[in-house]
Each structure stands twice: as C-alpha cells, then as structure tokens.
C-alpha cells in the first residue's frame, strides 16, 4: 500500500504536469527482502514484524464465505501522483466503504500496484487495486482486487484520463467496475506494505480478478514501474479462504 505522504508526481508512460520530490526507500525487484528497517528506526517493523504483507495465499487454514458487504458505485474524488504512486483519494461523506463481519468501514482512497503484491499459489497477476479503508476508531481494513488483461475497464480508462490532467485532477469512477460481480475474499490479518509497515490491517482480496486492456495495464505499469513489495512469512497465521 502506498504511503499517504508522499506528495510528487511520476508521469513515466503517461502525460500530465507533474512535480518532482524524492522519498527515502523505494521497492525492490519484489522477490529480494527490502530491508526497509535499514533505512530509519521508524520503518523498523518492516524488517522486524511477524504479521507482514503481502503473503503467498497458499495453503489455507480454513475455507468459508467470509461475509463481506460493499457499498461503492458512483464516486468522486481527486487524483494524487507520485513516484511509484497513482491513487484516488476519494472525497469524504459519499457513505462508500464495506462491512466486514462486526466492522464497518469507510473508503478512504483506491490506489494500484505492478505487479500485484499478493500471490496465489505463486502466482502474481499484472496489476492490483488496494483500496483503502478505515473504522471511525481508524482500524484500516483493505481489498485487493486483482487485473487480468482482456477487455477495457471504464474506471480504469477515467483514471487514465485524469492522469493526462496531472496532479490533484478531478475524476468521478463507478467503483463496481474494479470489483468482480461475485465478490468471495481471502482473509487475514497483516500489515500496510509499505514504510512504516505498521500490522494490524485487516487484508480482504478477491479470489476472482477483472479485466483492462494490455494498454491500460501497460500504461499503469509504466507510471508505476516494479511497485510490488517481496512475499513475506506467514508466520503461522490463519488464512481463511472461499469454498
């Protein structure tokens, strides 16, 4: 997941103004550990933590429906660009976000990774949307959707044009199109995947992916570049999966 502070632009692939501002760690080649804990004593977790992410979704402990309620649909929001970063922040008070079991939580922003993070039986997918949420006690709750190439994707062609537009543009997407029509989720409890890697984020993905273009992907990828973090240990923890 991307880090919120970070305020610069990358337009590597795609047109726009953007403005340039360096952070002090960056993704590797997303098979090597980071080592982000070398860099501050804040990021310290990332090195030392037992509940870090992303995770191979192998090898379940249990299988179930895990009861999972969206409320997405037509939303509004701002585009904000960086290095190795293109993420909506959507505007608050649109009532956008999920239930998860006794949870509720609200949508904060979607942003996207190349490769995805997460793997599933070793297997990474050519992009991924995080999107980000929070309880009103500021519990953080994620849903990682995966892409596959196909057909294009409205919402992702919204966001491709915003881009064009640079920094802080305007943009409305309809949220349903990056999120599969039967939604059955992984689920476990890990971590923000970038610095400062704090745990205690509860991790949904999709066990389904949907679809954008070779070109938006590839697109994506080139504003991006390698932006997935390396596999970490599950370190015993429960992994539920669908039936």
Not at 186 to 210: I, K
Request: net charge negative; glycine share 10%.
């Amino acid at each position: 997941m991307k880090n919120f502070a970070i305020a610069a632009a990358l337009t590597l692939g795609l047109s726009g103004a953007a403005i340039a501002q360096d952070k002090d760690w960056s993704f590797g080649d997303g098979e090597t550990h980071e080592h982000w804990g070398d860099i501050r004593a804040e990021y310290a977790t990332c090195d030392a933590g037992s509940m870090q992410s992303p995770i191979d979704l192998t090898s379940p402990d249990a299988r179930g429906d895990i009861k999972l309620e969206t409320r997405f649909g037509e939303a509004s929001g701002k585009l904000a660009l960086a290095k190795q970063k293109v993420q909506i922040d959507f505007t608050p008070g649109q009532g956008k976000g999920m239930t998860s079991g006794d949870k509720t939580f609200d949508l904060l922003q979607v942003h996207f990774h190349t490769p995805s993070e997460h793997a599933v039986n070793g297997k990474r997918y050519p992009m991924v949307a995080h999107f980000v949420h929070a309880t009103q006690a500021g519990e953080l709750g994620v849903l990682g959707v995966f892409f596959t190439e196909g057909s294009e994707n409205p919402a992702i062609d919204a966001l491709l044009k915003a881009h064009a537009k640079g920094n802080g543009a305007a943009l409305s997407v309809n949220i349903d199109d990056m999120i599969p029509t039967d939604l059955d989720v992984y689920r476990y409890m890990g971590s923000l995947t970038t610095p400062p890697c704090s745990e205690g984020v509860n991790w949904h993905v999709a066990d389904v992916s949907v679809e954008a273009s070779a070109a938006q992907i590839a697109k994506l990828s080139g504003a991006l570049g390698p932006s997935a973090r390396s596999i970490q240990p599950r370190n015993g923890r429960l992994l539920v999966a669908p039936e």
